[in-house]
């Protein structure tokens, strides 16, 4: 899986997702916390969020979907993926090639912002566009961060007209923590 494909799952993923066990190798869901000891990375949701572990998406496994309850027939959710690191670390240059690779693919593409934050001395990238799928605009907002040899994206989706008032997703990424 690329980069761009990681930035689009979202779109399609929750019609293409199986339900398997729960807490495999060093990952835990626990009171509606995901914790992977394998990347350091530790988000805690709300008890009304259903989260799963390994959910497929043609052939490639999501390692986290997280969807809040449904309001207006859409669930708002946040999706863990990881993948092997394609070689550069270069943040600043990631988000230059991924703001590119959007816009070439993504005709109504809006609202690109990108640009570097830091967590606990941590650096990462945190990406937010809006797009429509499924004849609705869709808000995204996605943290990527580079570790242990893999790219980890956390995005963050719903509609755009309710995105900014979502205070679940204030509350996850507030939990975020990245050892």
Known sequence: MNRLLCLLTGVLLLTACVAPDYGTGNRSITNNKY????????LQFPESWELKLDQIYGSDTVDLVALAPTVQDFSAYTLVQIEANRGNTDLAAILDTVGLELAARIPDLGQYQA?????????YAEISYTTTSRGNLLKYKQDFMIKNG???WISYVDFASRFDQNTDFVSI??????E
Request: no cysteine; charged share 25%.
């Open 35 to 42: 914790y992977n000891a394998d990347i350091g990375v530790t």
């Open 115 to 123: 640009g570097l934050k830091d967590l606990d001395g941590k650096q």
């Open 150 to 152: 893999k790219d980890i």
């Open 173 to 178: 990424s507030n939990s975020m923590t990245f």
